[in-house]
T-cell receptor, first 117, second 114 residues
Framework: GDSVTQMEGPVTLSEEAFLTINCTYT??????LFWYVQYPGEGLQLLLK?????DKGSNKGFEATYRKETTSFHLEKGSVQVSDSAVYFC????????????????FGQGTILTVHP | DAGITQSPRHKVTETGTPVTLRCHQT?????MYWYRQDPGHGLRLIHY???????DKGEVSDGYSVSRSKTEDFLLTLESATSSQTSVYFC?????????????FGPGTRLTVL
C-alpha cells in the first residue's frame, strides 16, 4: 500500500538557518503530494502541493519539488523564523486508488520543528 | 477558511461510556473524513463519507462508527470508550478537484478517556 516516510525529528534550528525536512513516498500510481503544517493547538493547514513530476510547490518561503525518480518531496526554506516552529506533515493522495477511495490522504509521522531566536 | 467546526473541542470521559463527536461544514462538500492524531503516528484515517448515508472504513476503524444524515454533518461515535481512544480527533473535507485532492481540516477535538 501507499506510505510516506519523513525524516526523524525533532529538528532544532537557529533563526535564519536553512531548513530541509526529507520526505519519501511509496505509491502504486502517480500521486499528488502535499505538505501540511500544524501550529501549536491548531488543526492542519495546507502549506503547499504538487500534482505531477518536477512540479514545484511554494508558499510562505517554503518550497518542495516533486521528484519521481527518487520518490521524494523534500521541504526547504532558505531562512527560518521563530514563527515557523510547528509540526510539518508530508502526505500523498494516490489517484490509482479508485472508486470512493479516491482522494484519501496518507500521512507521514510528522516532524517537529523548533526555531530559536 | 473552509468553514469546518468541531464540537466539543475538549472532552474528558470515563471508560465504557459512549461519546459522539460532531463535524459541521458550511460549504456543501461531498467528501468528509475523520482522523485521529497520536504521537509517532501522524494522522490515521478512521472513517470517511462520500455522500449522505454513504460511509466507509479507514485504517483504524475498530471501536468507531460514523453517520451522515445530511451533507453538512458527519458524526463520529465511540460506542464504549477505551483508554486507547484517548487522542486528538480531526475532521476534514475534500475541496480539490481532479488531481488536486487536497483536504481542509477542522480545529480538532481533544478526547481523554480515563
Amino acid at each position: 500500500g501507499d506510505s510516506v516516510t519523513q525524516m526523524e525529528g525533532p529538528v532544532t534550528l537557529s533563526e535564519e538557518a536553512f531548513l530541509t525536512i526529507n520526505c519519501t513516498y511509496t505509491a502504486t500510481g502517480y500521486p499528488s503530494l502535499f505538505w501540511y503544517v500544524q501550529y501549536p493547538g491548531e488543526g492542519l493547514q495546507l502549506l503547499l502541493k504538487a500534482t505531477k513530476a518536477d512540479d514545484k510547490g511554494s508558499n510562505k518561503g517554503f518550497e518542495a519539488t516533486y521528484r519521481k525518480e527518487t520518490t521524494s518531496f523534500h521541504l526547504e526554506k532558505g531562512s527560518v523564523q521563530v514563527s515557523d516552529s510547528a509540526v510539518y506533515f508530508c502526505a500523498l493522495s494516490d489517484p490509482s486508488a479508485g472508486g470512493t477511495s479516491y482522494g484519501k490522504l496518507t500521512f507521514g509521522q510528522g516532524t517537529i520543528l523548533t526555531v530559536h531566536p | 477558511d473552509a468553514g469546518i467546526t468541531q464540537s466539543p473541542r475538549h472532552k474528558v470521559t470515563e471508560t465504557g461510556t459512549p461519546v459522539t463527536l460532531r463535524c459541521h461544514q458550511t460549504e456543501n462538500h461531498r467528501y468528509m473524513y475523520w482522523y485521529r492524531q497520536d504521537p509517532g503516528h501522524g494522522l490515521r484515517l478512521i472513517h470517511y463519507s462520500y455522500g449522505v448515508k454513504d460511509t466507509d472504513k479507514g485504517e483504524v476503524s475498530d471501536g468507531y462508527s460514523v453517520s451522515r444524515s445530511k451533507t453538512e454533518d458527519f458524526l463520529l461515535t465511540l460506542e464504549s470508550a477505551t483508554s486507547s481512544q484517548t487522542s486528538v480527533y480531526f475532521c476534514a473535507i475534500r475541496t480539490g478537484t481532479g488531481g488536486y485532492n487536497e483536504q481542509f481540516f477542522g480545529p480538532g477535538t481533544r478526547l481523554t478517556v480515563l
